[in-house]
């Protein structure tokens, strides 16, 4: 069992920036690929960036590349997510997520049905 608590959330103006935290707990962080998910009122959960558990991989939403980077520190249990040049759109739910992958392979997911554990989400709001 893997225990996921997101911080980092609020509100920001437009071309703003933030950095969510992912703070894990219970089971060896290091064996999971992490994922970033966001949600919009009114609209489907879809797949922001994902990290291999060694930190060698990372990929991202068209959306967002070149604007957010995914990162983890395995040390200290807990992936980041950079957000840089923030826009209304980018307002959601932001939730982390855990990929039991082992640490024999090096691999990640942007299905939501891959990964075992959810943290509760944290508000992103960007104002125009």
């Known amino acids: 069992q893997v225990q996921l608590v997101e911080s980092g959330g609020g509100l920001v103006q437009a071309g703003g920036s933030l950095r969510l935290s992912c703070a894990a707990s219970?089971?060896?962080?290091?064996?999971?690929?992490i994922g970033w998910f966001r949600q919009a009122l009114g609209k489907e959960r879809e797949f922001v960036a994902t990290?291999?558990?060694?930190?060698?991989?990372?990929y991202y939403a068209d959306s967002v590349k070149g604007r957010f980077t995914i990162s983890r520190d395995n040390a200290k249990n807990t992936a980041y997510l950079q957000m840089n040049s923030l826009k209304p759109e980018d307002t959601a739910v932001y939730y982390c997520?855990?990929?039991?992958?082992?640490?024999?392979?090096?691999?990640?997911?942007?299905?939501?049905?891959?990964?075992?554990?959810w943290g509760q989400g944290t508000q992103v709001t960007v104002s125009s």
């Open positions: 219970g089971r060896t962080f290091s064996n999971y690929a």
């Open positions: 990290i291999s558990w060694n930190g060698d991989s990372t």
């Open positions: 997520a855990a990929w039991d992958t082992g640490s024999s392979i090096v691999t990640m997911s942007v299905n939501e049905y891959e990964y075992d554990y």
